[in-house]
Nanobody, 116 residues
Framework: QVQLVESGGGLVQPGGSLRLSCAAS????????MGWYRQAPGNKRELVAT??????DYRDSVKGRFTISTNNAKNTVYLQMNDLKPEDTAVYYC???????????WGQGTQVTVSS
């Protein structure tokens, strides 16, 4: 079992920035994939970004605007979001995944609203 606690969501104007944080209750070592997902009302949950042992991947719509990073000493993953757009509005979820033995956990979600 892994507990994930997210923070950093809020209301921001278009073009603004936010940084999301997700603190894990156990180590996020190199064999762990940490990810951020989001879900807007009426939509399916979608992958935003992942990081595994320093290697990152992003959905096309956030490339160049969002950056995922980790502080392994703090067991924390971050999502720096710049140049936010109204279509980025969603609940953002942190995800912890270990392939073997399989273990996966989700955070409670944090609301990000981009509006003028």
């Amino acid at each position: 079992q892994v507990q994930l606690v997210e923070s950093g969501g809020g209301l921001v104007q278009p073009g603004g920035s936010l940084r999301l944080s997700c603190a894990a209750s156990r180590s996020i070592s190199s064999i762990i994939t940490m990810g951020w997902y989001r879900q807007a009302p009426g939509n399916k949950r979608e992958l935003v970004a992942t990081i595994t042992d320093g290697s990152t991947d992003y959905r096309d719509s956030v490339k160049g605007r969002f950056t995922i990073s980790t502080n392994n000493a703090k067991n924390t993953v971050y999502l720096q979001m710049n140049d936010l757009k109204p279509e980025d509005t969603a609940v953002y979820y942190c995800n912890y995944r270990r392939s073997w033995p399989y273990l996966e956990s989700w955070g409670q979600g944090t609301q990000v609203t981009v509006s003028s």
